[in-house]
């Protein structure tokens, strides 16, 4: 069990070390040190925890802290803080003490004193009560709703989290600007998701929350973490009026311990607080509301062209340029500057007259607390001119009276025009015509063609159904295939031995049997025998790559033995090969069936051989 | 060589043969005195010359946009629809036909289309929207002739294959843009329509006493499926299809 709890509390170190080391990064910022007690009410045999936080610094070792009469103490450990506010970095670190209540009584917690730096820091002495039995419930003066269950957060909600509405002051002029802050106080819990404050205020008029701060603040010796919203806010009616309360909502995050039995850490309070868990619970926060007198502005010495300012102002008054045409236009410009309602100033400009032409003032600028109107003049005559002494007037609370700034007059030059230049009017943008007009355009059809344009037959076809444009696709489609293969086949022949011979064979073949055919027909013996021989001889040397001249009826056998020729066409070769030779010599033995005959035979040699590859 | 260049010439003659042809001298003159009567503001006269013109079989794109012109002007936005729409298959470059079909259907309170082409088809019908029927198909018979002629180089034993394959393929795929625009326009030639007549009922039979399924307004598109006893199956953007009567729509 010690081993334990010895290696959670290493854990926690190092997470504790890790946080102090990055605070290491933050700026320093001043040093103070305060005491502050999560309870000050308690029973006997009741633990409180006593935090002794140091501001500015987390390099402080354990304060050395002196028995209480009453109290068992207990160092449980220190915790580390890097808090970034509007940009503003500080640190802090607090060490905590339980203390036990042994007795009933009345005690002074502290002071307690620490050095740092040469100095000696003192906190405040915290008075805390130890009473017999439970402890009695707490005056509620403010209301929290929807609180969370009572078992399941430590002591009074109420004095834990709440809020305040406070002013600068209850009494305040008509139109006069009051700051107002919201404070919201946070102790030994967490709040999150929280909402800007709400309030009912009729009859005043408030500006908009700022950004809210975030500072620790002690109340009756007990820590606080305040929320402070600031803004301001003034009186429209004279009387007795009350604003707020103010509301807050947001969610309450609080330890609601597991529910363990038998666990070996029971009897500690820190591993009670440690494994707590965390729940939310949304809270409405109310404060107590203000009561504000707002009083009337004195009638008494009230200026003539008073328009309401209440504060403390000054007043300028210029004129840009100072030198012009007759027609160009002047600004005049009117600054108001000051502590104040600038939404109660108003100005009233210079009034047209016969040497201007007089636009109304318009506000440019309303805010850091300055409030600018420009006012467009043009003048209509040459010359040196004027611009009357002009006064704005104000109630100054502090010193209840009015207070009237007179500035002026001003001098310009106003020059002739150019001659060719008219004089110009010019409409201010902001007062005259802020937007153009859109152009309105007609619409509709456009008009008619003047010729007929490109004329076609209704009645012709579209190309994709006319024949005509279709073959010529055909042709021009089929082109480039044709080339292709006629390339292939070029390509063969000249390469491809075999194949060129066979080509040539029949092709010859054709033309001889053409050329024979027309011989018969004239029965012209000699010269069909002899072609008959040529066709023969060039055809087997063509068919058989072998020289055509040595092709005879005696080598005929040796020759195309071998060649997958059928016995009886080489027979019939012979045969034909001999009856031209004979031809040679006996003419007259050969008449015309014999020419027939050997025609016929001629045929079938060819027709045979054809079938053959070489 | 000088065989080739003699044949290419006879080609290019007849190619140029097919696409131009002028007007006769009684169109141009028609067509002139119809336009008298449009600027007189007497669009019916107009009317009957410009039909007379379309009649004797001579059409152009400028004719389709000045009848257009004149049913637009009578408030029949359903027939000047019609003619916007034969004008610009004639003239697709016609930018003062396109701008009044334009004005016309915003007027008609944008009729509805056969199908509204949305992806990749619908990039590839406006890449060839300039090109006319015709053009189109001249455009698809060039990329397929460089096609084959790519492809019979790359086979080309020792041919530069190269530079050829890569180029086959570029014209493969353009071939097959090309293809799916000229099947477009081929699919719905002669069969697009316009309703021309107001508050059309369609039927789930065709004859007068079926039961009406739907109803199409003047201007919409529609493409005809069927026809039969002077009825026609018509099928609108949401696929849905009826039987309408045949002088309801015009064929554009």
């Known amino acids: 069990m010690i081993i334990m709890k010895k290696f959670i509390l290493s854990v926690i170190a190092i997470l504790i070390a890790l946080g102090s080391g990055s605070s290491a990064l933050a700026a320093p910022s001043e040093f103070s040190f305060q005491a502050s007690m999560n309870r000050t009410v308690l029973a006997v045999g009741e633990t409180i925890q006593l935090s002794l936080t140091f501001y500015g610094t987390q390099s402080v070792g354990v304060p050395s802290v002196p028995d209480i009469k009453g109290f068992n103490l207990r160092y449980v450990g220190p915790a580390t803080r890097v808090s970034i506010i509007n940009g503003k970095v500080s640190s802090s670190i607090t060490h905590l003490f339980n203390l036990t209540a042994t007795e009933p009584g009345k005690y002074n917690i502290g002071p307690f004193s ?111 973490e305040v929320l402070k919203f600031d803004s301001s806010m003034y009186g429209t009616t004279p009387g007795d009026f009350t604003v707020g309360p103010v509301t807050i909502q947001g969610n309450v995050i609080s330890r609601a311990p597991l529910s363990r039995r038998g666990s070996i850490m029971d009897d500690d309070d820190f591993f009670n607080s440690f494994f707590d868990r965390m729940q939310v619970y949304p809270v409405s926060l109310e404060s107590d509301p203000l009561k504000i007198t707002v009083l009337p502005l004195p009638q008494e010495n009230k200026p003539e062209n008073f328009s309401g300012a209440v504060g403390n102002f000054d007043f300028d008054y210029q004129v840009t340029p100072k030198k012009v045409k007759v027609g160009d236009p002047v600004t005049i410009m009117f600054t108001v500057k000051g502590k104040g309602n ?16 007089v636009y109304q003032p318009h506000v440019v600028k309303q805010e850091d607390g300055t409030k600018v109107f420009e006012q467009v003049i043009i003048p209509k005559k040459e010359g040196q001119k004027q611009l009357p002494e002009t006064d704005f007037s104000y109630f100054d609370p502090s010193q209840t009276k009015y207070v009237i700034l007179k500035k002026g007059p001003l001098q310009i030059e106003v020059l002739k025009p150019d001659k060719e230049e008219r004089i110009k009017i010019i409409d201010n943008p902001k007062t005259s015509q802020p937007f153009a007009v859109e152009e309105v355009l007609g619409k509709d059809i456009l008009y008619i063609k003047g010729s007929p344009g490109n004329v076609e037959k209704a009645s012709r076809l579209p190309f994709f159904r006319d024949p005509v444009y ?24 000249k390469n491809d031995r075999v194949y060129a011979g066979n080509v040539m064979a029949s092709r010859l073949a054709r033309k001889y049997a053409s050329q024979l055919k027309k011989l018969l027909r004239s029965q012209d013996t000699g010269k069909f025998y002899d072609g008959v021989f040529k066709a023969l001889q060039a055809y087997l040397g063509n068919k058989f790559r072998i020289p055509a001249a040595s092709i005879t009826s005696s080598v005929v056998e040796d020759t195309l033995s071998g060649r997958n020729i059928e016995p009886e066409i080489l027979e019939l070769i012979k045969k034909v090969f001999n009856d031209c030779d004979m031809a040679r010599y006996a003419l007259s033995n050969f008449d015309r069936a014999a020419m027939e005959d050997t025609y016929s035979s001629m045929e079938k040699i060819l027709r045979n051989l054809e079938r053959i590859r070489s | 060589m000088r065989m080739v260049k003699q044949n290419i010439r006879c080609l290019l003659i007849i190619f140029a043969a097919l696409l131009c042809q002028g007007a006769s001298a ?28 379309e009649s004797s079989g001579e059409v152009s794109g400028n004719l389709f946009y000045n009848i257009g012109n004149c049913y637009a002007k009578k408030g029949m936005y359903g027939k000047a629809i019609v003619n916007y729409e034969r004008a610009l298959a004639l003239s697709p470059q016609d930018t003062e036909a396109r701008a009044n079909y334009k004005f016309v259907l915003s007027e008609a309170g944008n009729p509805r289309e056969i199908s509204p082409v949305t992806g990749v088809r619908s990039y590839i019908l406006k890449l060839f929207s300039a090109l006319t029927l015709n053009g189109l198909t001249v455009t698809f018979s060039i990329v397929l002739f460089i096609l084959i002629a790519c492809a019979a180089i790359a086979a080309y034993p020792g041919g530069p294959r190269q530079i050829f394959l890569p180029a086959a393929l570029v014209f493969l795929i353009a071939v097959v843009i090309s293809g799916v625009a000229l099947k477009d326009r081929i699919d719905g030639l002669g069969r697009d ?51 309408v009567a045949a002088d309801t729509f015009e064929i554009i």
């Open chain 2, 193 to 243: 329509a316009i309703i021309v007549a107001k508050n059309v009922e369609v039927k789930f039979e065709p004859f007068a006493q079926s039961t009406t399924y739907f109803d199409l307004e003047e201007g919409d598109k529609v493409r005809i499926n069927d026809t039969k006893d002077g009825w026609s199956r018509v099928i609108r953007s949401d696929g849905r299809q009826g039987w």
């Open chain 2, 26 to 53: 009684d169109s141009v003159s028609d067509f002139s005195r119809a336009n008298e009567m449009y600027a007189a503001r007497n669009y019916d006269g107009a009317l009957d010359v410009y039909s007379g013109i």
């Open chain 1, 114 to 224: 620490m050095g740092y730096k040469g100095d000696v820091y003192t906190t405040q002495a915290i008075p805390v009560e130890v009473v017999k039995g439970a402890v009695p419930p707490p005056t509620v003066t403010r209301s929290v709703k929807q609180l969370p269950p009572p078992q399941q957060v430590n002591g009074s909600v109420d004095d834990r989290v709440f809020i305040t509405l406070t002013s600068e002051k209850n009494k305040i002029y008509v139109n006069e600007i009051v700051p107002i802050s919201v404070n919201l106080y946070v102790s030994g819990l967490s709040m999150r998701d929280i909402q800007y404050p709400q309030f009912p205020h009729e009859n005043f008029s408030v500006n908009d929350f700022t950004k809210p701060s975030q500072s620790p603040q002690v109340l009756k010796g007990v820590m606080y």
């Open chain 1, 470 to 493: 279709l073959g010529i696709n055909a042709v021009l489609l089929f082109m480039p295939i044709a080339v292709f293969l006629m390339r292939m086949m070029g390509d063969r022949f």
């Open chain 1, 342 to 357: 600038l939404n109660s100033v108003n100005i009233t400009g210079m009034m047209d007259n016969d040497d201007f032409k």
